[in-house]
Each structure stands twice: as C-alpha cells, then as structure tokens.
C-alpha cells in the first residue's frame, strides 16, 4: 500500500529526520510500505495558496492518485489555522484520501469509508487545539518578556547611547551605566537648558553638535539627528514605553493577519537625567518647534491648518513630481507611525490650497480691515525676523566653512595623519556648505525684495490687496501670509472622485451680528461681509478641467459619497447644484454661493 507523508517544521534550524523516522514506522505499522515523503520549513500559519507541502501534496496525489492515504504526526503539522484545516479537510473528503494523525491515533474516515460525525467533531478539536497551543505559547512568551523588561532584563534591540548590556543575575542580559558617555548626555542636557559654559547662552542643536565635534564626543553626537533624539530620550528618566512596529512574518494577505505587529513594553533603565530636568528640556524643545515652515526647500500654504477627522493630528505635504507634472499632496502625519490612525486619503495640493485662496478674496474688504486690525506691522516684522535668521545662519555657515580650512591646515602638519581621506572628507564638507550659503543668499535676495514691497504699501492695504493680487498670488510667501492671518483651522469632511467638502474655521473673529471688534472698547462694522467664523465649500469636480466652487456659512454636512445636509435639508449633491437658483423652493439655498474657482500658479 502507498501513502503520503506530511513532514513540516516552522524554522530552518530545525530538521526533519526524528518526525519523519516516527511517521514511517507508524504508517508501516498500518500496513503501508511505499512512500512520497514531503518535507516543508514554513509557517503554520500560511494560508492555502501560499503552503508549499500541502500543495505538493495535491499536485503529486492528481498525478498519482493509488497513493490515496496521507499521514501526519499531529495536525498543527498540516496548519495552526482552522479555516486552512476545514478547506485540507474538505480536500481529503472530496477525494476519499483517508487521513491518520499519528500521536493520536486519528483517523478520518471510518471502516466503513464514512466521516463519522464523532470524527469530524475531533478534527475541529484538534485544530482548535492546534491554533490555541500557539496562541497561548505567544501570549505567554509576551508576558515573561514585559516582566523581564520592566525589571531590566532582556532588552532587545540597540542599546541607547550611555549604556552598556552587562550579564545581569538572572544570566540574562541587562543595561549599565557608561560612565563617559553617561556624563556626555547630561553635559547635553545641561547645555540645551543652561547654555554652553559663557559661549551661547540658548544653543540650538545645530550648535550643541558642533561643539560636541570640537571637543572630541564619540561619532554619534556628531549628528544632529542623534542629538535631536537623545534630548527627547525618556528611557534617561529611568522608564520609558517602547513602541515598536515590525513586519510580521505570519502575514499572508488575508484580512485576519495584520501586516505590522506593534509591540508596547514598559523598559527599565538606570537613571541618567532626573524627570524635572527632562521635562523641562522638552518643554523647549516644543516651543522652539512653531508652526513657521522649516523647509528651506518648499513653502506649505497650509502646513498645521489642516486636521485629520479621524485622529486630530495635522495634515503633512507630500511633494512629488511626476512626468514633469505637479502631484504634491497633503496626508495625514500620522498615516505611517507605529499607529496609524486609518485615514490614508491624499487631497491634492493645487486644488485645496485654490480653494481656501478663494474663498478669502471672496472678501477683499473684510481681508483689508483684519490685515488692519491684527497688526499692519506684522508682516513686516516677519520678514525682519526671518531675514536676521537667514544672515545668522549664513554666519554659521561661514564660519563652518573657516573651520574646515582651520582643520586643513592642522592636518597638514600633523604627522602620520591621513590626509587623503581627510581631503575627501573636506572636499565633500566644502561642496555642501558652498551649496547651502548659495541657496541662503538666493533667499535673503527674495525677503529683502518682500520687505521692500511691504515697507512702500503698508500705508493702504486695501491697494497693496487690490492692486497687487498678482504680486500675491506669485508668491507663497506671501499667500502664506494671508491664508495664515485667516484661517485658525480646515476640516475634510467628505473627498471622493466627484466631491470634496471642507469646513473652515477662521480665527481673530470677535463676531456680533455684522461687528468686529479690534479690541475690547472699540470696533468697526462691515455692513457686507461675505466670511464668517465658519465656513463650508464644495468642489464640484464632475469635469476635472472645469472645478466648480460653492461656499456657505451654513455647514454642509455630508451625509453619504454624493449627499449632503444643509441645515434640516438633505439633498443629493447634484440635485442641490442644480436647484441652488430656485430659493423659492428651497430658501435655506440662499445661504449657497457659487464662487469662481481659479488655480493658483505658484506650482
């Protein structure tokens, strides 16, 4: 008699021959004499396409169908998982394979070659059985391994910057102190607060690492990145929660199996810096991080304005080119983070940066007085601001680039030294710093420019906005400016194929009736003003070339893909589009604007 034998172990380390040995000697005792013996290193927790042996199997039984038997030493062996067991099972019964578990004895069928009911009630225990012995096995490994961790014991992983692992008591490893670097991170803690010694009162990390250079601090303070992050380090307190995310190896994917296992342990450390000094460094570093766009290499118009309905976190820009055509996009922050929060739309760029552009000039009047009331001056102090930043930056540059001139001279008499490599090394420093002080300069060039437009029109803003939309609309920097002297904040409620809807909510409203105040005991009334504190637009995007703009102080609330609700009216969206002229029917549609939707050219 011939037979099948199924032999599968789950990592490579470990090797077949003692299952296999077992698995012949029982089928022999079953009167079988002639095996196809399949051995596979694979998880059990594949499913059916993916599992090697098990589809050998059925290719080799279709080509061999007198080998009508298959064995296997347990049925976590066929698979960990019930859902895979039912449909190998429902395989075996179709065919009349009959099926033998070894260390239980089983069989599939009966004598009769009948599925008894009491067999197939076994077969479902055992692969519960099966899938539950490794999920208890998982559960357990977890919890000895957050036990271990939150005592300091087997943490995984690199170890941070000022530790050392040690072999601990319990013969597993654990972290120490190291001394010298230990005294490093609270050195740098100490300078971010306190300044360094009598030469920068407020360093910033660009500086601390610098310094950290000149004085010699091993490789990895040499990065302002790793500085960055050793300042927001809370393991240094002496605890910190990981929170990890990897591929799982498990995932196959079915919807059952996440792709990414996010694993969170409470870690044990030897305290370095003291919880009051942490705080506080990091009550800094916050308010050090403004709402200004860092980037030196693109302007956002929205960048913090735009919040993400499902986890409050901010939208980011996503800057791409494709086929020389703008593509850039805002997405949600948090959309790839350890945990993301499931909002994984894009919105283009172009298109909602036009938007809220347009709805400010939908009131060039109102927009004058706010310039007026919050502060004519402000703009100008800005660019102040940023242009002093701007030449503090190119002396640093500056004198980076000295350095490098300095440390050329110094290795040239140094004996012994390497001054090939160090040539490489200048000649690579010196490229970049030449790079960085012509790309400053081209922007000190720009603001001096903005500066100069601002000083000579601060004196009648409603011209500098009439007369001067297209010096506006030319400059991001200056459409920046305006949309973020409006809007405190913007809301997507809906965005598909056909619709976007967004909710925006201005700020510096002190709104009664039609009266604005500029302070507490004076205001001015605007007998027409188009904004109010909220406002709703719809895109209609029905023709891609052709966008069309609606706006309201009503909230439209979306109430499906293509419906929405304006007050107690619900409508379809195009139904509402096409009856927003018979206010007679519908008055809450006099509150519904048709705007002229224009895109910007600053992309």
Known sequence: MKAILLVRVSTKVQNYEAQTQDLIQYAKSK????????????????????????????????????????????????????????????????????????????????????????????????????????????????????????????????????????????????????????????????????????????????????????????????????????????????????????????????????????????????????RDTFDLVQKKLLSNNTNVEKSSKHTTLLAKLIKCNYCGSHFNANYRIVNGQNKSTYRCSSHSSAKPCGNTQTISMAMIDSAIWNLIKTDLELLAEQIKINDPDAAETNYKQHLEALLNKKDELQNEYDNELKSLEIIKKAKNANVGDFLLRFEQNTTKIDKELGKIDKEISKVKMLLNVQQKENNDVVNVISKNLDKIESSKELLKDYINLFVDYIRIELHNNKYTILNVVLKNYSKVEKYYFKNSNDYIQIDDAELEELNSILLDKSQTLSIKMYKSTKRFVPTGNNSMRIGRFSFPIPDMIREIQNVNKFPILKEVKRVEFSKLGVY
């Open 31 to 274: 009167g079988y004499t002639e095996f196809k013996i399949i051995e596979t290193k694979e998880t059990g927790f594949a499913n059916l396409e993916v599992k090697q042996g098990t589809n050998e199997m059925f290719k080799f039984y279709q080509d061999n169908p007198d080998y009508n038997t298959v064995f296997a030493t347990e049925l976590s062996r066929i698979s960990r998982r019930q859902s895979v067991l039912h449909q190998i099972k429902e395989w075996f019964v179709k065919n009349k394979v009959q099926f033998y578990l070894k260390d239980t004895n089983y069989s599939l069928f009966d004598d009769n070659g009948n599925v008894s009911p009491a067999g197939d009630i076994m077969f479902t225990l055992y692969g519960f059985f099966a899938e539950q012995e490794m999920a208890q096995k998982k559960n357990r490994f977890k919890r000895s391994k957050e036990l271990l961790m939150e005592q300091g014991y087997s943490i995984a992983g690199k170890t941070l910057f000022g530790y050392k692992k040690v072999m601990g008591e319990l013969k597993k490893n654990t972290l120490s102190e190291d001394d010298f670097n230990a005294d490093i991170v609270r050195t740098i803690y100490n300078w971010y607060l306190n300044g360094i010694e009598n030469k920068v009162k407020n360093p910033s990390i660009k500086t601390i690492t610098l310094e950290c250079i000149k004085r010699g601090f091993p490789a990895y303070t040499h990065s302002k990145r790793n500085v960055n992050k050793l300042l927001k380090e809370e393991g240094y307190t002496g605890f910190k929660i990981s929170n990890n995310k990897r591929k799982n190896p498990n995932y196959t994917g079915e919807k059952n199996e996440e792709k990414y296992i996010v694993t969170s342990f409470k870690i044990k450390y030897p305290q370095i810096i003291d």
